[in-house]
C-alpha cells in the first residue's frame, strides 16, 4: 500500500463558544471553554490514518505542557510514523471561535515556524504520496525532493499563486482560501487536478482532457444538523486522499468520499476528523460510488 506522509501544522485549540461574533467595539459572552489537539495537516493525518492508510506526519512542537499533550495525542492515533521537530518556546496555539449555526472563527496566538519542518531527511519511496497541506515556499526543497523521488505530491490552494510557481499532482484547499483573480484554466498547465471546496456549496473538481478543461462538481451531503464546522475541510482533503489511495480510476470516487467524512464532521464536535470507522458506514457500496 502507498505510504502518505502529512507535512504541516500540529496546534492546541482552545474552543470557546459564543452565541454570535461580535462587531468591532462590542461584547459578547463566551461559554464552555475547552481544549483540544487540532492544526489543520494533524488533523488530516489522524482521520487518514484511522482509515488504515498507512501515514507518516512530519510538524513541529514547542517545549511547554501543551506540546506534551499534543505528542501524547499524535502517539494514540493510528499514525504510523512521526516526524516531530522539538523547538524552543510554546506550541502552536489556535483559539477557535463558534457560533449558534456551529461556524467557526480562528485566531492564531502564536508565530507560523513551519519553516522549521522538512522532510528531506525522511526516506520516501516512488509509491509514497506526500502532503503539504498548507503551502510555504519553505518547502520547496521538500518538493522537489518528494518529486526526485518520484513520490505524487499535493499541495495546498496557496500554491495556485505562489512565486516562483511549483507543479505538483494535485491542488486543493477551500475557496475561501482562493487567491483573488485567479485563472483555474492558467493553473492546470502547472497541476494535474486542481479541488476547491465550498462549504455547504459542495466541492469542485477540475483537471484537462483532450485539451479543454473539465469539472466536477460534488454536492455536500446533508445532516440534520451543524454542531461544529471545525475540521470539515481536513476531513474532506482525508477522503479525497483516501480515495485517491484506494485505487479507483474514477474521478468521482475521492470526491464522494471527502463530501462523507465532511458531512460526519460537521454533526460532530472535535477538531480532528471523526474515526474513519464511523464514516464508512454511512457511504454507498463502492460499486456505486
Request: some cysteine; hydrophobic content about 40%; aromatic content about 6%.
Amino acid at each position: 500500500m502507498s505510504r502518505v506522509w502529512v507535512v504541516g501544522p500540529l496546534a492546541w485549540d482552545s474552543v470557546l463558544h459564543v452565541a454570535n461574533l461580535p462587531k468591532v467595539g462590542n461584547f459578547t459572552q463566551g461559554f464552555g471553554l475547552t481544549g483540544r489537539p487540532g492544526g489543520t495537516a494533524a488533523n488530516v493525518a489522524v482521520g487518514l490514518a484511522s482509515s488504515g492508510v498507512r501515514t507518516g506526519f512530519a510538524g513541529y512542537v514547542g517545549q511547554d505542557e501543551l506540546s506534551q499533550k499534543l505528542i501524547e495525542s499524535l502517539a494514540a492515533s493510528e499514525i504510523e510514523e512521526l516526524h516531530i521537530k522539538e523547538l524552543s518556546g510554546a506550541a502552536n496555539h489556535v483559539l477557535i471561535l463558534i457560533d449558534d449555526q456551529g461556524e467557526r472563527t480562528m485566531v492564531g496566538f502564536t508565530e507560523d515556524r513551519l519553516d522549521q519542518v522538512s522532510i528531506r531527511d525522511v526516506e520516501l519511496s516512488p509509491d509514497d504520496y506526500v502532503l503539504f497541506v498548507l503551502w510555504r515556499n519553505c518547502f520547496l526543497e521538500d518538493l522537489h525532493y518528494a518529486q526526485h523521488i518520484g513520490c505524487k505530491v499535493i499541495v495546498g490552494i496557496e500554491a495556485l499563486d505562489s512565486v516562483p510557481h511549483i507543479t505538483a499532482d494535485i491542488c486543493i484547499g477551500s475557496g475561501a482560501d482562493l487567491p483573488a483573480g485567479i485563472d483555474i484554466e492558467k493553473c492546470l498547465e502547472r497541476f494535474d487536478r486542481v479541488v476547491i471546496t465550498h462549504g455547504v456549496a459542495g466541492a469542485d473538481q477540475y483537471w484537462r482532457e483532450n485539451s479543454k478543461t473539465q469539472t466536477l462538481h460534488q454536492p455536500a451531503i446533508p445532516v440534520a444538523e451543524v454542531v461544529d464546522t471545525t475540521g470539515a475541510g481536513d476531513s474532506f482533503l482525508a477522503g479525497y486522499i483516501k480515495g485517491l489511495i484506494d485505487g479507483s480510476n474514477t474521478l468521482e470516487h475521492p470526491m464522494l468520499i471527502g463530501a462523507y467524512w465532511s458531512a460526519q464532521a460537521v454533526a460532530s464536535v472535535g477538531s480532528h476528523p471523526p474515526h474513519w470507522s464511523k464514516v464508512s458506514p454511512e457511504l454507498p457500496p463502492i460499486g456505486t460510488l
